[in-house]
């Protein structure tokens, strides 16, 4: 991975790369290391990605801070983008190559969403955009970004910047654990919101326990994915 992202112009001089291993064992926890690296970085952007990237379709550096410039431009209040994520009438938006053969988005880009994938993230240091304290693990530590920037009434974005994971992902038994303590953290901030992320599980947060009985149930999920009101599902 870093010797594509050198060869695309990620070069010494420019990029200061971090490496968290936990090929002997989990150690690092990304909530965790998200905290260390903004407490640590100087820089104006921190790129947050998997070992298993590869920058193999034409862009490299240049092309990324040429977007990054635009998107200052087309909107300051941006605080992460990536490469696939979910928009606000919760369709995917992807430009991406990897093992699931997910769809490259037709419409233009950037293209504003409220989730993003964790195996790309680009995020404004200036943005000050943090973590939630009290989770963990490995999974939604990118949808707990986003949502702590659209709290922030920041934006997310996913932009043309095209690379090749060679992961598809999986959903395991740590998933529903995470998402568990996720649910605590989240659903006291909203009256209601709904969010659906990139491996299309859906989540209905709450502070009002009878919505969020009602927005929990499979069917209410799926009418929200489908209903026409989509965009108006987040209200605080």
């Not at 092309?63 to 490469?83: C, Q, Y």
């Not at 969010?195 to 927005?215: D, E, P």
């Amino acid at each position: 991975m870093k010797t594509s992202f050198i060869a695309a112009g990620f070069d010494l001089e420019k990029c200061r790369y971090s490496l968290f291993d936990n090929s002997e064992k989990n150690q690092f926890d990304p909530y965790q290391i998200f905290k260390v690296l903004k407490s640590t970085t100087i820089e104006p952007y921190i790129i947050l990605c998997h070992q298993d990237l590869l920058i193999d379709k034409g862009d490299d550096f240049d092309r990324l801070f040429k977007l990054l410039t635009e998107l200052d431009e087309l909107d300051p209040r941006w605080a992460i983008v990536g490469n696939a994520g979910i928009s606000s009438s919760h369709g995917m938006v992807a430009k991406i190559t990897d093992p699931n053969g997910t769809p490259k988005w037709q419409g233009a880009l950037p293209q504003q969403v409220h989730s993003l994938d964790e195996n790309f993230l680009v995020v404004k240091t200036s943005a000050n955009i943090a973590s939630s304290e009290n989770l963990r693990g490995f999974h939604l530590y990118a949808t707990d970004l986003c949502l702590n920037a659209l709290l922030n009434k920041q934006t997310c974005y996913v932009i043309d910047f095209h690379l090749t994971h060679l992961s598809g992902g999986k959903i395991g038994t740590e998933f529903w654990e995470v998402q568990s303590i996720f649910y605590q953290r989240w659903y006291p901030e909203f009256n209601f919101c709904y969010v659906q992320t990139i491996t299309g599980v859906n989540m209905c947060f709450s502070k009002y326990k009878l919505l969020r009985a009602i927005g929990s149930q499979q069917r209410v999920k799926s009418w929200l994915s489908q209903s026409p009101l989509r965009p108006l599902v987040f209200l605080d």
